[in-house]
């Protein structure tokens, strides 16, 4: 049986869309670092290090692809996707979101020349604009990790360039329950359920003054599973709902779900600067005639499912060093 392919399986996404795909009945196979397979729960396993085959020689194989059934299709997740953590080391952020992928890709189309490839880059590859993003604007990221995402766009397109079924998407920003509290709206949550715990107390954030547009992970990992069987049929598209959300008023909707004399202070340790993109929003034409309707975000519903997931982590006891 033909099974949908996953790279990043173990991650924020990738968690999810593996629910989905069972809820489905639906099978899938996972590649990824050796030790995430014990936390997979189900599916078809095969060991995959990007950041090593970064540094195979291209027709090298950098899997055992053979192992897995068939694939009816691969959605590549995977990556180096913190910013800060793209920062701090560029040549890693290099080796898992560009030149890893490339020898990946050149190993399963050597074996399965058709099969369709969604491609996941981000919004992070425009420069920031007042308005909404179209798939045309000039690309300018303003950090690494944007910088490596449209290297790996200019890598995955080669490949569609030589007959390969390829769709790259371009995701804006996404969240839900389960996302690490290195992201904004889970930090915010998990340290205002914490303060909630101690009756208030100081919120230290960064620049607040960012405009993004948000979609929950369920909406953006539907989308991809809708383009699946369309890949190539279009180079690339926004995955995005077209609305900018500022940083300080989706802080605002969460203080409003958390008990206590809270207080939000400027911390200039959290302040990124110029890697720090003034306004990403995207255009949602392309997607919109591609699916017959552009993701919509709930944002009530988004804020309440944040707000119940920060306390149930908290009460497990999960650390918020990185939050």
Not at 10 to 21: A, I, N, P
Not at 53 to 60: F, L, M, T, V
Not at 181 to 209: C, D, H, T
Request: hydrophobic residues 45%; proline residues 7%; glycine residues 10%.
């Amino acid at each position: 049986m033909a099974s949908v392919w996953l790279t990043g399986a173990d991650g924020f996404v990738g968690s999810w869309l593996r629910g989905e795909l069972n809820a489905e009945s639906q099978a899938w196979a996972a590649l990824g670092l050796p030790e995430t397979e014990a936390s997979l729960g189900g599916g078809t396993f095969a060991p995959l290090d990007l950041a090593a085959a970064a540094s195979r020689k291209p027709g090298e194989a950098v899997a055992a692809l053979k192992d897995l059934p068939e694939p009816s299709g691969l959605i590549h997740l995977a990556a180096l996707s913190s910013p800060p953590a793209c920062e701090a080391n560029p040549e890693l952020a290099q080796a898992i979101n560009v030149d890893g992928p490339a020898r990946f890709y050149e190993q399963l189309l050597e074996l399965w020349p058709q099969c369709p490839i969604v491609h996941v880059s981000s919004g992070h590859v425009y420069r920031p604009a007042a308005e909404p993003l179209r798939e045309e604007e000039p690309l300018e990221p303003v950090n690494v990790y944007g910088r490596t995402k449209l290297d790996g766009e200019a890598m995955a397109q080669g490949f569609r360039d030589r007959g390969a079924r390829v769709t790259v998407v371009r995701p804006f920003n996404h969240t839900g329950a389960g996302q690490l509290p290195n992201f904004a709206l889970p930090s915010f949550a998990m340290r205002l359920a914490k303060l909630e715990q101690a009756g208030g107390g100081e919120l230290p954030v960064g620049w607040l003054g960012g405009v993004r547009d948000f979609l929950h992970v369920r909406t953006v990992l539907q989308t991809y599973l809708a383009l699946l069987p369309k890949a190539g049929e279009v180079d690339l598209v926004n995955v995005c709902s077209g609305v900018g959300h500022s940083i300080g008023d989706l802080l605002n909707g969460l203080l409003q779900r958390f008990e206590g004399d809270i207080r939000v202070v400027q911390d200039e340790d959290r302040m990124r600067g110029s890697a720090d993109a003034d306004r990403l929003v995207g255009d949602t034409t392309r997607i919109a005639k591609l699916l017959g309707a552009a993701p919509v975000l709930d944002l009530d519903g988004l804020l309440d499912e944040l707000a119940v997931d920060a306390r149930t982590r908290l009460a497990s006891g999960e650390d918020l060093s990185q939050a």
